[in-house]
């Protein structure tokens, strides 16, 4: 391809440059030109004249779909001699040439290009017409068969047929008259309609008046419609009229409604917590929430108490109390010995009330058995008397409480004087 063809440049008021094509020369450039026959081929493309010529053997078509030679000027070879111009008798027959290429080939003589001959010094065009024309022509053949009509269906059509000469191309003017012929032809069956679409309807209510979201979220849905009848198709042909493509109604979400009021509802009680006490009778506080679901866009809330209580028992740990103290038992010895003293003893039991087991109660304190001096006994004989006054209590130990006890003392002083 030849690129980058002229270009004429003009500007306007402001100063701004412009680029345009010279159109007024611009030819249709090829890259080959045929001198017999005058016919350019292998085109280029659409450059300036002068661009194309500067290849001598392009060639170039004008406005007038001329085809001209880029090269110097030549003369064509001559062409093949015409047919004669009668079917039989004294003709005539020709042949010419022309010039192509760049040069003044108007003045030039245009009866060089051009040679005629005379049937009667011609043998070979007189025997042609005598022998073949006159022996042997035998005009146009039969009509072919009529094509078939150029519709199916409806009207309109067209169907053709031809027939051929069978003389030779030297007597062709033994067949006169079109070589085709043309005529109507109803089908006499009418053409499938096929279906067009109506305009949408318009859009039918929703479906709701708000979006629903207790389970799934529902949001109404809107409709609208069209039918299948601009035109509707047709059933009464052959073959029945297309209906038309695509669905008949549309769907659509309302998505410009609002959400539903969702009333609230109790959630499950949670467990109970532990009892208010550790022992005897108390209370267990369980709650619930609002909450399955909660109450959204302007739902009503849950009615009744959020908390309740249940009463609850427990066990109480039991301690131990001391029973009273039992009597005094007998004294070990029935007279006080010289040394120590006999003594007695007494018992008590943790057993009103004993402790409990479980929850385990806290025992009883102190001691269970108290034992004590017999100094009430009389001395055993023989056994000097040893004994002196009491000094006084002591204080209490502990301070306070069910076992503080107190104590006293005194001593043994062996009188002698019985004793001589």
Partial sequence: MIENP??????DVTGAVYGKQALNHCVRCFARFDQVLGECNDELGDVDEDDCCQNPRYGYQDNNDTCKYCGPLVLSPWSRWSDCNVLCGDGVTLRHRKYFGIGNSEHRNPEANLEIRLNLVNYVCVCVCVCVCVFVAKGWSQWLAWSTCSVSCGGGGVRK???????????????????????????????????GWSGWSNWLPCSGSCISSMHDIIIPTKK???????????????????????????????????????????????????????????????????????PKYGGRTCLGPSTRTTVCQNTCPVDGFWSGWSSWGECSSSCIPQGKPPTRTRHRSCSNPAPSSSPPGRGCQGDKRQIENCNHLPYCPGTPVCLSGWEPWSLCNPSCGETSSRSRRRYCKPDYSEYK
Avoid at 6 to 11: E, Q, R, S, Y
Avoid at 164 to 192: I, K, Q
Wanted: aromatic content about 6%; overall charge negative.
């Fill in 161 to 195: 047929r031809r027939r051929v000469c069978s003389d030779p191309p030297e007597c062709h003017a033994a067949c006169s008259g079109d070589s085709d012929e043309t005529e109507a032809c109803p089908t006499h069956m009418p053409c499938p309609v096929h279906g």
């Fill in 224 to 294: 609208r419609s069209r039918y299948c009848s601009n035109p509707a198709p047709s059933n009464d042909t052959v073959p029945p009229g297309n209906r038309c493509p695509g669905d008949n109604f549309q769907v659509e979400h309302c998505s410009e409604v609002p959400n539903c009021p969702v009333d609230g509802s109790w959630g499950a009680w949670s467990p109970a917590r532990k009892c208010s006490v550790t022992c005897g009778e108390g209370l267990q506080l369980s709650t619930r929430i609002c909450d399955l679901p909660a």
């Fill in 6 to 11: 002229k270009l004429i440049f003009f500007g």
